[in-house]
């Protein structure tokens, strides 16, 4: 049995798409104003977690972008070029689903490029821009969850291990965001 490098993107989609899941909890804990000193595990963590949450930003950014760059590799009839990676909307292979991978995309580009300079923006602007998740959270999912890694133009398996993994991150995602959603409007006690 060979690899074929539709396998090897749909793995690095796949750990990109755990990397984003595991950036975003970072991003909730940090948005309810979680100290680990003070809660568990009741020490400083070996790197802070505002500054683990921005290179696991970086990191999925590189690895989300590795993801397309793949295919256009790949020895698949029709194949894919670089503007049906940039406007899927006329890809070979799933349109509706490369295009809200492509919009995911975008829109975590805007949050890590403006996050990198966010020391000279002014907080509300690049708080507003951060809101960008909230969008491209639920598109990385369902374009994750739908899409044929195959490429083959097949129904989906949702309880393939790659889709229920997908599955468990957008629960875990989701319930951490009602979460911290409710956290914030909690009254402090003091």
Known sequence: MSISLVDVSAVIGLTAMCLVSLNILMGILLSVGYDPRKQW???ALPIPLFRLHNWTGYLALCVVLLHPATLLLAQITPRFTIVNLLLPFHSPYQRLFNTLGAVTLYGLMLVVVTSYFRSRLRRRVWKRLHYTTYVAAPLLFVHSIFVDQYLKGQTPDFLDGEKVLI?????IVFA???WGWRQRWRPRST
Not at 167 to 171: N, P, S, V
């Open 41 to 43: 595990p009741h020490r």
């Open 176 to 178: 951490a965001g009602l």
């Open 167 to 171: 599955e468990c991150c957008c629960t």
